[in-house]
């Protein structure tokens, strides 16, 4: 992976561009835009390399039943880290609610938890998007659509 910088491709299933952040090799920005930033740069899909977006790609595509194993870098610390770093336990294909979530923290303030999930800079790659309300699909960093979508992803891949 680059040193830095930010990267991009399109996404049929998602149908947006999956934007990818990196600095000091770390993963630093997962995001689904329309219109990817000005400075980033498009990685053509016959392009193998083993960067922070092919390994988003993987899992979105190729039916890697995994979440990518990448270099990520998080500028919070405290419940939010913990919340964050904890969903890489959740195993691909399963979802907690927020409440189930909160209690396997340790954590009583469900809110925080659920604030924390949902200001996730690296989604994909913390994959936060597997805790959800007890009645739906719940919040996401991006737009909902994308959450149901990769839990969508995740069901027709594990069956």
Known sequence: M???GIEHRWSEYLDT???VGTAGGRVVSVSFTDEPDEESEEVGEDEKGKDALEAVFEYLETGT????????ALTVSGLERRALERTRDL??????TYDEF???LGEDDVE??????HK???PVVLPSHRVVEEDGV??????RRIKKLLLELEQEKEG
């Open 102 to 104: 909160a209690d396997s």
């Open 112 to 117: 925080a938890v659920r604030d924390a999930l």
């Open 65 to 72: 039943r995994a979440t990518p194993d990448v270099p990520y």
């Open 138 to 143: 719940g919040g996401f960093t991006g737009q």
């Open 2 to 4: 680059d040193d830095s």
């Open 120 to 122: 996730n800079p690296v």
């Open 91 to 96: 195993p691909y294909g399963t979802t907690l």
């Open 17 to 19: 561009y999956v934007q």
